[in-house]
């Protein structure tokens, strides 16, 4: 098992940067393919960018080229860059992880292990 903390939620700027962390603890020895969803009030949960074991990056239409996903494995930790922010990436922000299957999926029903969350604001 693995257990996941995410940080650096805050309010922001439209057009502002913001960096998400998700620390890593357990069993980190395994090689697990990881992911960025999001879930704003009244609204789905959704996929946002995903990586997997080999670092092969997936991203939803709506963040590419203003978001990346990065992971140091030394550090058990996976990141979300987010520049050129706008409102409607306003949403909880939530870390999610799977054995390793090498492949990014956007799909949340692939992911077994969940953080709490971390919110974002973007005004305007």
């Known amino acids: 098992q693995v257990q996941l903390v995410e940080s650096g939620g805050g309010s922001v700027q439209a057009g502002g940067p913001l960096r998400l962390s998700c620390a890593a603890s357990?069993?980190?020895?395994?090689?697990?393919?990881m992911a960025w969803f999001r879930q704003a009030p009244g609204k789905e949960r959704e996929g946002v960018a995903a990586?997997?074991?080999?670092?092969?990056?997936s991203y939803a239409d709506s963040v590419k080229g203003r978001f990346t996903i990065s992971k140091d494995n030394a550090k058990g930790t996976l990141y979300l860059q987010m520049n050129s922010l706008k409102p409607e990436d306003t949403a909880m922000y939530y870390c999610?992880?799977?054995?390793?299957?090498?492949?990014?999926?956007?799909?949340?029903?692939?992911?077994?292990?969940w953080g709490q969350g971390t919110q974002v604001t973007v005004s305007s």
């Open positions: 999610a992880a799977r054995y390793s299957t090498w492949f990014p999926y956007l799909d949340l029903n692939k992911y077994n292990y």
């Open positions: 357990g069993d980190t020895a395994r090689t697990y393919d």
């Open positions: 990586i997997d074991g080999g670092g092969r990056t």
